[in-house]
């Protein structure tokens, strides 16, 4: 089995995050000049910052993964100007040796599903070929991948921290995935890869316990 969990940034291109903040204006009851400048650039890094969510502009800032019951590995982008797509060949390069002949690995992981995918929309907006099967087309009812977060409810988010609490399990530390961004902006790059490292070891610590 692969445990993964992924760490994602907004968009790093000027050209998109001026595409996707160009529409932003005030409310028509806005008057004062101040106010309504407040409001333009307090929306635009909302907004901005939703890029991270999604792979279609959103970027890869670190992976972790554990095989089996290996000990979380991640690989992680040094600093803004750290290639994205230096990120996914050297986690390519990794994850793929060795794998060959093997078909496609269990994913394990807390809507990892989610992860999968950015991983697959970030790979193609690169132009890089993944060398492993991400099981974007996978089936639900299929065992390629196991979401923890659908295994325990299928109709509802629970956060892993949640789920770790009433479990009994470790939750998150000072980091969690709201908190990033902006831990990266701060240069606390270490910081943010050992949180990503240690949601893996929770969603292993999880799987084990719900799996049937």
């Known amino acids: ?62 992976i972790s993964w554990a095989v089996d019951q290996g000990q979380p590995l991640v690989v992680t982008r040094q600093s803004l100007e750290d290639p994205e797509e230096k990120l996914l060949e050297e986690w390519y390069d990794i994850i793929s040796y060795g794998q060959e002949g093997l078909g496609t690995p269990t994913w394990i992981g807390h809507n990892v599903r989610w992860d999968l995918r950015f991983l697959w929309q970030r790979s193609m907006v690169r132009g890089i070929r993944p060398s492993v099967d991400l099981a974007i087309d996978s089936k639900p009812w299929d065992d390629t991948v196991r979401d923890t977060m659908l295994m325990w409810d299928p109709k509802n988010y629970t956060s892993l921290d949640n789920l770790c609490l009433a479990l009994g399990l470790e939750g998150k530390g000072d980091i969690d995935g709201s908190k990033v961004w902006d831990a990266v902006q701060e240069g606390r790059w270490e910081e943010v890869a050992e949180y990503c490292r240690q949601d893996v070891e929770r969603a292993r610590q999880v799987y084990q316990r719900i799996a049937l």
């Open 1 to 62: 089995m692969h445990v993964l969990d992924i760490e994602t940034i907004p968009t790093q291109a000027k050209e998109i995050r001026d595409h996707v903040v160009g529409q932003i204006g005030a409310p028509k009851n806005y008057k004062d000049p101040v106010k309504i400048k407040q409001y333009i650039e307090a929306a635009e890094d909302e907004i901005w910052r939703k890029t991270a969510l999604a792979g279609t502009f959103g970027e890869v800032w670190c």
